[in-house]
């Protein structure tokens, strides 16, 4: 990958789009992770406003840090860099108060997860109306079109995705370009909706270098059959996830009626 011609591209790509959408400047959310430190960084390049939200639901203390320190190491190399802080855990708790009981509380563990990332969406598309911004995605391409590992109308409910044709190693390389805080990419990548430490590869199962070999063989048309040992069962994990998470990757059906309905008899 040439780097420097890639971040200019994707520089070039949001100052464009823009402009054409007559919109004033980004909001994002920072997480302290990998994705949205060089996302928000892009973002910062192109000169236009950036709104970096740093929305926690109680959220680990490092997760906080680093994302505050990455917001901290913007203001300090971009102008038009500022922040607001919106500590959406009161919201959290009082959904939950307000839904009806659970038998199992660990039934709705999922969703409570997914309600996290929802609850961050309309939060950032809030800001987004008032100051005429353009919400950022922080998708990778595995993660959008490989396994599908985010929230439908969470953190997947965006306007426009800089980084989801880049693989999380290409993400890595650009973060070593840009300089970002070396917390950030030491840190393992994470979604933090659970309130604890398990990191990404501890829910699916398998590391992203070994999704981005997976979404490559799957490309090249290969089978589960074709592969053994460890191959073979990171190829299923990846298949799994992608045909599970399809509904989230493919355009949201639509009951087309047929034209002869259409007309009166």
Avoid at 15 to 32: C, E, L, R, T
Avoid at 82 to 105: C, G, M, R
Avoid at 159 to 181: C, H, Q, R
């Amino acid at each position: 990958m040439q780097t420097e011609k890639v971040v200019d591209y994707i520089v070039n790509w949001l100052k464009d789009y823009a402009k054409k959408a007559n919109v004033n400047g980004f909001v994002i959310g920072v997480s302290g992770g990998i994705d949205s430190a060089v996302t928000s960084t892009l973002c910062a390049k192109t000169g236009l406003p950036l709104l970096c939200l740093e929305m926690p639901i109680h959220q680990a203390k490092s997760q906080v840090t680093r994302a505050l320190n990455h917001i901290d190491w913007l203001k300090a190399n971009f102008n038009s860099v500022y922040v607001t802080q919106i500590n959406l855990t009161p919201v959290f708790d009082s959904l939950i108060a307000a839904l009806p009981p659970v038998v199992k509380e660990e039934n709705r563990f999922m969703s409570l997860a997914n309600t996290r990332a929802r609850l961050r969406m309309t939060t950032l598309y809030y800001f987004a109306a008032i100051n005429k911004y353009l919400v950022v995605g922080t998708g990778n391409k595995v993660e959008d079109f490989g396994v599908g590992f985010y929230t439908k109308y969470g953190d997947g409910g965006v306007d426009l995705s800089p980084i989801a044709d880049l693989l999380k190693t290409e993400v890595y390389a650009i973060a070593e370009y840009l300089g970002i805080n070396q917390d950030i990419i030491d840190a393992p990548p994470t979604d933090g909706l659970w309130g604890d430490d398990r990191t990404d590869e501890d829910q699916i199962g398998a590391s992203y270098p070994e999704l981005e070999w997976a979404m490559k063989m799957d490309g090249e048309g290969k089978k589960a059959e074709d592969f053994t040992g460890r191959e073979k069962e990171v190829f299923i994990i990846y298949k799994r996830y992608n045909n599970a998470n399809k509904h989230k990757m493919n355009p949201i059906p639509i009951c087309e009626i047929p034209i002869d309905f259409m007309k009166k008899l």
